[in-house]
């Protein structure tokens, strides 16, 4: 089992910046990704970014530009900047982790919110 606890949601006007923060309970090994999807209120969850522990990387193109994901490997951790936030980007923000050493079964943190309101 692998549990992911988030952390770094809140609210910021539009314009503005946030920091997300997911950690994982155990160290991460052998080929995996862990990233970040989002569900709006009456929506369905979509992805928002992935890095594979290998370095590739994946972004909806809604965020381009604006979000980066990043890890550090060493600490089981992965972080999504969030910078120019838009109103459309209010959602509740999930990590995700998937890997071999798990047979690439999803696990999810529990949820962090983000809403962009002036």
């Known amino acids: 089992q692998v549990q992911l606890v988030e952390s770094g949601g809140g609210l910021v006007q539009p314009g503005g910046s946030l920091r997300l923060s997911c950690a994982a309970s155990?160290?991460?090994?052998?080929?995996?990704?862990m990233g970040w999807y989002r569900q709006a209120s009456g929506k369905q969850r979509e992805l928002v970014a992935t890095k594979i522990n290998t370095g590739s990387t994946t972004y909806a193109d809604s965020v381009k530009g604006r979000f980066t994901i990043s890890r550090d490997n060493a600490k089981n951790t992965v972080y999504l900047q969030m910078n120019s936030l838009k109103p459309e980007d209010t959602a509740v923000y999930y990590c995700?982790?998937?890997?071999?050493?798990?047979?690439?079964?999803?696990?999810w943190g529990q949820g962090t919110q983000v809403t962009v309101s002036s």
């Open positions: 155990r160290s991460i090994v052998g080929l995996n990704a």
């Open positions: 995700n982790y998937k890997g071999a050493a798990w047979n690439w079964r999803d696990y």
